[in-house]
């Protein structure tokens, strides 16, 4: 079974478009799904059924994954027979009782306007790290970018006289993304300081090599501790104070999913909580019997 996963993988990776992190992901769900087949003496997809999917399924739920998580292991899974099937290795698919469990309805959290401010400020542009790290916020602020689609920018990405930025994002789509003034001020500072460099990418570290995802979430929490603020240090709460503050000022809500890259407008709307607070001030101040 494993060199028809490996097969499984390869198709994925060149006929259909998955970021590195899915596919990543995909082979680790795999390979713990074909560890629990062999535990019960399963090694040919032949052997494979429904009841033996399904107890597949209960174990992976005690093992106390969050629904995202498990919501994309039943996905590999389920993605995986029907390849087989595809194939003619399988005449039936008996994955197809598998269902993906609801997703967790959690309201991301956010920056107030005013520590988004004291945030970005405090990367002092005093020298080349601070106006790295400074053009870094603004960049994620302005543009509400992925930290995976930040640190795979280049210097030819950002056009300065269209204000435009080209991001490359999930599945190897491409969108372009509008750039803020302080945003844009901020990457020209930064390039212009950088001088005569080989390397493509645009955010550097100190070897001159591209910055490292985690290396962002270092940067961010060194500047959050700074400011005091008592968030948690995910670099996606940048993104997610993006679109927040978008349609808290009266954003369309469509206009913020392409901004943000979602294929699906209900991967947008969990941001439309923070309209509800704004409703209840325009509705206490409007209604005659509020």
């Given at each position: 079974?494993?060199?028809?996963?490996?097969?499984?993988?390869?198709?994925?990776?060149?006929?259909?478009?998955?970021?590195?992190?899915?596919?990543?992901?995909?082979?680790?769900?795999?390979?713990?799904?074909?560890?629990?087949?062999?535990?019960?003496?399963?090694?040919?997809?032949?052997?494979?059924?429904?009841?033996?999917?399904?107890?597949?399924?209960?174990?992976?739920?005690?093992?106390?994954?969050?629904?995202?998580?498990?919501?994309?292991?039943?996905?590999?899974?389920?993605?995986?027979?029907?390849?087989l099937?595809?194939?003619?290795?399988?005449?039936?698919?008996?994955?197809?009782?598998m269902?993906?469990?609801?997703?967790?309805?959690?309201?991301?959290?956010?920056?107030?306007?005013?520590?988004?401010?004291?945030?970005?400020?405090?990367?002092?542009p005093?020298?080349?790290?601070?106006?790295?790290?400074?053009?870094?916020?603004?960049?994620?602020?302005?543009t509400?970018?992925?930290?995976?689609?930040?640190?795979?920018?280049?210097?030819?990405?950002l056009?300065?006289?269209?204000?435009?930025?080209?991001?490359?994002?999930?599945?190897?789509?491409?969108?372009?993304?509008?750039?803020?003034?302080?945003?844009?001020?901020?990457?020209?500072m930064?390039?212009?300081?950088?001088?005569?460099?080989?390397?493509?990418?645009?955010?550097?570290?100190?070897?001159?090599?591209?910055?490292?995802?985690?290396?962002?979430s270092r940067?961010?929490?060194k500047?959050?501790?700074?400011?005091?603020?008592r968030?948690?240090?995910?670099?996606?709460?940048?993104?997610?104070?993006?679109?927040?503050?978008?349609?808290?000022?009266?954003?369309?809500?469509?206009?913020v999913?392409?901004?943000?890259?979602?294929?699906?407008?209900?991967?947008t709307?969990?941001?439309?909580?923070?309209?509800?607070?704004?409703?209840?001030?325009?509705?206490?101040?409007?209604?005659?019997?509020?």
């Amino acid at each position: 079974m494993k060199e028809l996963v490996e097969k499984f993988l390869r198709r994925l990776e060149h006929g259909v478009n998955y970021s590195e992190h899915t596919l990543r992901a995909y082979r680790e769900d795999l390979r713990q799904h074909l560890e629990f087949l062999e535990s019960h003496g399963c090694i040919r997809p032949q052997d494979v059924t429904p009841v033996l999917l399904r107890k597949s399924l209960v174990k992976l739920r005690s093992n106390g994954y969050k629904s995202a998580s498990l919501s994309r292991k039943v996905a590999a899974i389920r993605s995986f027979y029907k390849f087989l099937c595809k194939e003619n290795a399988l005449e039936h698919n008996p994955a197809t009782v598998m269902r993906s469990p609801k997703k967790e309805g959690k309201i991301p959290r956010f920056l107030t306007v005013k520590e988004m401010e004291s945030l970005i400020t405090a990367a002092k542009p005093d020298n080349l790290q601070g106006r790295r790290d400074r053009a870094i916020l603004e960049t994620l602020y302005s543009t509400g970018i992925r930290v995976s689609e930040l640190v795979g920018l280049n210097v030819e990405d950002l056009d300065t006289l269209s204000e435009l930025l080209k991001i490359r994002g999930k599945g190897k789509k491409e969108r372009i993304a509008p750039v803020g003034s302080h945003a844009l001020e901020a990457l020209k500072m930064y390039i212009a300081s950088r001088g005569s460099n080989s390397s493509p990418a645009l955010f550097l570290n100190k070897d001159k090599k591209r910055l490292s995802v985690r290396s962002i979430s270092r940067i961010l929490d060194k500047y959050m501790k700074l400011v005091d603020i008592r968030h948690s240090p995910s670099p996606h709460i940048l993104r997610h104070s993006f679109a927040t503050h978008l349609l808290d000022r009266g954003a369309d809500l469509r206009a913020v999913q392409e901004l943000l890259g979602h294929a699906h407008l209900s991967s947008t709307q969990i941001y439309t909580h923070v309209t509800t607070e704004k409703l209840r001030r325009v509705y206490g101040r409007s209604h005659p019997r509020a």
